[in-house]
């Protein structure tokens, strides 16, 4: 069971606008620790997303978006693309002295 | 440009050990450059990631409940190598196993591209 909590899968049609939440607790996100994604294709290792919440390392094209509230984090994905079919995990600092991630959201692409 | 390549996998027996090693090249692996420090995440087949062991630039370490006692990580400053030494392995230990390279605000901004470990009789 992991530390954060993230719906197992999400859907949608090419151009469409999805999100996928990350909720966590006072121990973690709500203690005001940084919030990451990583993607994840198939037999590849994960590659970072969105670090720092809502930032964007060089070369992620801007339609992935990240954002905090509290206890909780969302990252969006907009003008969806066969490519974005992929699993996507957050992650983020746990005050038990560990990074914690979430159990991982599939994403597919109808 | 920071790379990391893992080995050391493969399969061993329940209560078995093997050792993990992760070369890197474009930093060191003692290198407290913007505050990076090594980790070793798993992903056991079809599951998500954990975060299994970290060595800090300082020198301590964590490590997971479900490895603690029995995995330990260390690292090599001359060989910009890092190690995991894993003994009394079990089934539920199977797993991909990921060197990574961490910011000081978490982040995982570099992967290897893993090493499965697989213990079965």
């Known amino acids: 069971q992991s530390v954060l909590t993230q719906p197992p899968s999400v859907s949608g049609a090419p151009g469409q606008r999805v999100t996928i939440s990350c909720t966590g607790t006072?121990?973690?996100?709500?203690?005001?620790?940084?919030v990451h994604w990583y993607q994840q294709l198939p037999g590849t290792a994960p590659k970072l997303l969105i670090y720092?919440?809502?930032n964007r390392p060089s070369g992620v094209p801007d339609r992935f978006s990240g954002s905090k509230s509290g206890t909780s984090a969302s990252l969006a994905i907009t003008g969806l693309q066969a490519e974005d079919e992929a699993d996507y995990y957050c992650q983020s600092y746990d005050s038990s002295l560990s990074g914690v991630f979430g159990g991982g959201t599939k994403l597919t692409v109808l | 440009e920071v790379q990391l390549v893992e080995s050391g996998g493969g399969l061993v027996q329940p209560g078995g050990s093997l050792r993990l090693s992760c070369a890197a090249s474009?930093?060191?692996?003692?290198?407290?450059?913007?505050?990076?420090?090594m980790s070793w995440v798993r992903q056991a087949p079809g599951k998500g990631l954990e975060w299994v062991s970290v060595i800090y630039s300082g020198g301590s370490t964590y490590y997971a409940d479900s490895v603690k006692g029995r995995f330990t990580i260390s690292r090599n400053n001359s060989k910009s190598t890092l190690y995991l030494q894993m003994n009394n392995l079990r089934v539920e230990d199977t797993a991909v196993y990921y060197c990574?390279?961490?910011?000081?605000?978490?982040?995982?901004?570099?992967w290897g591209q893993g090493t499965l470990v697989t213990v079965s009789s």
């Open positions: 990574a390279s961490v910011r000081g605000d978490s982040r995982i901004d570099n």
């Open positions: 720092g919440n809502r």
């Open positions: 474009g930093f060191t692996v003692s290198s407290n450059y913007m505050n990076w420090y």
């Open positions: 006072s121990s973690n996100i709500g203690a005001g620790y940084d």
